[in-house]
């Protein structure tokens, strides 16, 4: 059992960072592959990003690519996600997720077994 607290959300204006972090109780948080996922008002959940088991293979989809980086700190049980150049279409609860091995479609929600509670991102104009 994997538990996952999102947090660093918050609200900033078009252009700026925002930092969330996602940390993972267990001793097996290096196991997993990592990913961010984020659902607007009224949309469904799209892929943001994810981060294999030993942070050397990131995916990005391509709304955030050149903007976000994901990276992990397996030592400290802690995935990140670095926002920058945000843009409003942003605007979002983003949530982290853990994929134990055997690794899915990177991309797919349905491959990610634990959830965080999400952290709301809000970027305004």
């Known amino acids: 059992q994997v538990q996952l607290v999102e947090s660093g959300g918050g609200l900033v204006q078009a252009g700026g960072s925002l930092r969330l972090s996602c940390a993972a109780s267990g001793r097996t948080f290096s196991n997993y592959a990592m990913g961010w996922f984020r659902q607007a008002p009224g949309k469904e959940r799209e892929f943001v990003a994810n981060i294999n088991w030993s942070g050397t293979s990131p995916y990005y989809a391509d709304s955030v690519k050149g903007r976000f980086t994901i990276s992990r700190d397996n030592a400290k049980n802690t995935v990140y996600l670095q926002m920058n150049s945000l843009k409003p279409e942003d605007t979002a609860v983003y949530y982290c997720?853990?994929?134990?091995?055997?690794?899915?479609?990177?991309?797919?929600?349905?491959?990610?077994?634990?959830w965080g509670q999400g952290t709301q991102v809000t970027v305004s104009s």
């Open positions: 997720a853990a994929d134990p091995p055997p690794y899915g479609l990177r991309w797919n929600d349905k491959e990610y077994t634990y």
